[in-house]
């Protein structure tokens, strides 16, 4: 079955530094990868989605890049705020047409002041 | 994106009874879905909610335990029956608007079982 590894230890950068988050995959690579904010008692909020043929995506602060060759994603955010401070999960989608998302169980992110 | 609901959002519930979530989505959309996410875990997928007909079902769920209804592109309903305190959990919705494209969530139930 797929597995998807994000580092369970938490991240503590400091503010205005660049934060980069893994997720790394085995076996097949999946049609398209998100990546999630998730606030404590809260639902996942969408960041971004990239595609298998897509190397790289920005929005804002943020970017991915999507490397089928080392089955890895990495999240960055740059000049980060302690406002960023969140769990960071990565989701991968099979299947075009089923949407259907596996998870990996998440990076914590904390950004100090 | 959508805005989505959920209600209730939070619910203490006894052991053995039986409780539905609604989902409520403020725009027609292709595929809605329905995760659980136990304390400290990520999300794991339930089932696909199918319009007007039954739920696909996830390995490890079943209809008998998580039945769902869809009865239009904007609405969906989990029911956790018989419960018991392993299935305290978050349970959450999401919809898909375009088939291939982002995936949005709800704001989760916090369901705890005594």
């Known amino acids: 079955s797929q597995k998807i590894e994000q580092n369970s230890e938490a991240l503590n950068i400091q503010e205005g530094k660049t934060a980069t988050l893994t997720c790394n995959y085995t076996?097949?690579?999946?049609?398209?990868l998100q990546w999630y904010r998730q606030d404590p008692g809260r639902g996942p909020v969408f960041l971004l989605l990239i595609r298998e043929n897509e190397k790289e995506k920005r929005k804002e602060r943020l970017k991915v890049t999507f490397d089928t060759t080392l089955k890895q994603s990495l999240f960055h955010i740059t000049a980060s705020q302690p406002a960023d401070s969140a769990t960071y999960l990565c989701?991968?989608?099979?299947?075009?047409?089923?949407?259907?998302?596996?998870f990996g169980g998440g990076t914590r992110l904390m950004v100090k002041p | 994106s959508a805005v989505i609901s959920q209600k209730p959002s939070r619910d203490i519930c006894q052991r053995g009874t039986s409780l539905t979530i609604q989902c409520q989505v403020d725009s027609q959309v292709t595929m809605m879905f329905w995760y659980r996410q136990q304390p400290g875990q990520s999300l794991t997928l339930i089932a696909t909610a199918n319009q007007g007909s039954e739920a696909t079902y996830e390995s490890g769920f079943v209809i008998d335990k998580f039945p769902i209804s869809r009865p239009n592109l904007t609405f969906s309903t989990l029911t956790v029956s018989n419960m018991s305190p392993e299935d305290s959990s978050i349970y959450l919705c999401s919809v898909v608007l375009i088939q291939g494209g982002e995936q949005f969530f709800g704001p989760g139930t916090r369901l705890t079982v005594l």
């Open positions: 989701a991968l989608a099979y299947d075009n047409a089923g949407n259907m998302l596996t």
């Open positions: 076996n097949y690579s999946p049609a398209y």
